[in-house]
C-alpha cells in the first residue's frame, strides 16, 4: 500500500429528516480492502453516494486517488454498485454491460475482450445474451458486477454486493473480490453479511446514528485468538488440574456445550493457534482420556458487531 486512494475529512450530509452522516473522517488505503459497516439507517449508502459523486455533500470534504469526489477525474477513478439497482429489462445482459462500456470510454476491440471475460468472471456467462427481464434477483446483481468493473477502475464502491445472491453466489463474489484485492484494487464494501467483510477486509469502520463508532484493522477486533472447544471422555478432578499446570492454560469446563452425561464433559480454553490445540489434543490422549471432538470458536466479526452497538439508538429503516 503505497497511497491514499480514498480520504474523507468530515465529510457531513445533513437531511431535513435528520439521516444522513455527520463528520466522517476516514482514509483508505490504495489497495486495501476497506469494510463499511452499521444497522439499516445508519448513514452508510449515503455517506457511498457522496464519495462516488451521485450526493453533494453539505461540509467536509474528500478526494479520490487525489480527485476532489464528483470531479470527472475522480468519476472516471471508480466503480459503483448500488444497494438499488434497474437494468433496461430489454436488452441482453451482455449489451447492458457494453452500454457501461462505451458510458467509461472503452473501444470497441478492448470490449470485445473485456465483456465476456466480465460475464463469465461474475458467473453470468451464455447466459448474458438472454434478456434482463428474465434474470433473477441475483443474476441482476451479478450483472450490476460486471458493469462496475467493465472500465477496470483502480477503486470500486460496492454497496450490498452479495444480498440477493445463493451461498454458492456469494462464495464466488467473495473469489472475485479477493481477486480484485490482489490486482491491486481498492475495494470499498458496504454488507450486512459480516463474513463475507470477515473474509475479505483489511480494516473496517462501524458506523451508526451518521457518525463513525469504531474503525480499525480486522485482525484486531478478532483478537487473533481462538476459543477451542474439546469434548473428552474420562476426564477426572485430578486430571484437569494437572492439565492446566502442565499446559499454563486457563482450561475451564464449559457451562453451555450441551450434553455432558455418561462421563463426557467439554472443556474450552483460549489458544494461539492450531499447533497449540494439537498439543492439547496429544495431553489429553497421553493421559488416557478419550477425544472425541475438538474444534474452534474464533470470535467473529457478527459477534462484536452486536456488542459494539448493544444499547445505541438506531434509526433503523424508518427512524
Not at 467473495?174 to 491491486?184: C, T
Not at 477451542?228 to 502442565?246: I, N, P, Q, T
Amino acid at each position: 500500500m503505497s497511497a491514499a486512494a480514498i480520504v474523507a475529512d468530515g465529510l457531513t450530509k445533513r437531511y431535513a429528516n435528520g439521516r444522513g452522516c455527520r463528520d466522517v473522517t476516514i482514509a483508505v488505503e490504495e489497495g486495501e480492502a476497506f469494510g463499511f459497516l452499521g444497522p439499516n439507517g445508519a448513514g452508510k449508502s449515503t455517506f457511498v453516494k457522496m464519495l462516488a459523486g451521485l450526493v453533494a455533500p453539505t461540509s467536509g470534504a474528500a478526494t479520490l486517488l487525489g480527485q476532489p469526489i464528483g470531479s470527472l477525474p475522480a468519476k472516471r477513478l471508480i466503480g459503483y454498485l448500488p444497494e438499488l439497482y434497474r437494468y433496461q429489462e430489454w436488452l441482453t445482459g451482455e449489451e447492458v454491460v457494453r452500454l457501461h462500456a462505451r458510458l467509461c470510454g472503452l473501444d470497441r476491440i478492448t470490449a470485445d475482450r473485456r465483456v465476456p471475460r466480465l460475464l463469465e468472471e461474475v458467473g453470468i456467462g451464455l447466459r448474458g445474451r438472454d434478456r434482463v427481464k428474465h434474470y433473477s434477483k441475483g443474476m441482476q446483481q451479478r450483472l450490476g458486477l460486471a458493469c462496475a468493473l467493465v472500465g477496470d477502475p483502480p477503486i470500486v464502491f460496492l454497496d450490498e454486493p452479495s444480498s440477493a445472491l445463493d451461498p454458492i453466489g456469494r462464495m464466488e463474489v467473495r473469489a472475485l473480490l479477493k481477486r480484485l484485492k490482489a490486482q491491486g484494487k481498492t475495494v470499498f464494501l458496504n454488507s450486512h453479511l459480516l463474513e463475507d467483510v470477515e473474509a475479505i477486509c483489511d480494516r473496517i469502520a462501524l458506523m451508526n446514528d451518521g457518525r463513525i463508532l469504531r474503525h480499525g484493522r480486522v485482525a484486531d477486533v478478532l483478537q487473533q485468538r481462538l476459543r477451542w472447544r474439546f469434548k473428552v471422555g474420562g476426564l477426572s478432578d485430578e486430571a484437569l488440574v494437572w492439565l492446566r499446570e502442565a499446559t499454563g492454560l486457563r482450561i475451564e469446563l464449559s457451562a453451555n456445550a450441551g450434553d455432558s452425561t455418561d462421563g463426557i464433559v467439554w472443556l474450552e480454553a483460549e489458544l494461539e493457534d492450531e499447533e497449540q490445540a494439537g498439543w492439547v489434543n496429544a495431553l489429553i490422549a497421553g493421559q488416557g482420556m478419550t477425544l472425541y471432538e475438538a474444534g474452534c470458536r474464533a470470535e467473529r466479526l457478527e459477534s462484536w458487531f452486536v456488542q459494539a452497538v448493544a444499547g445505541l439508538s438506531h434509526r433503523g429503516e424508518r427512524g
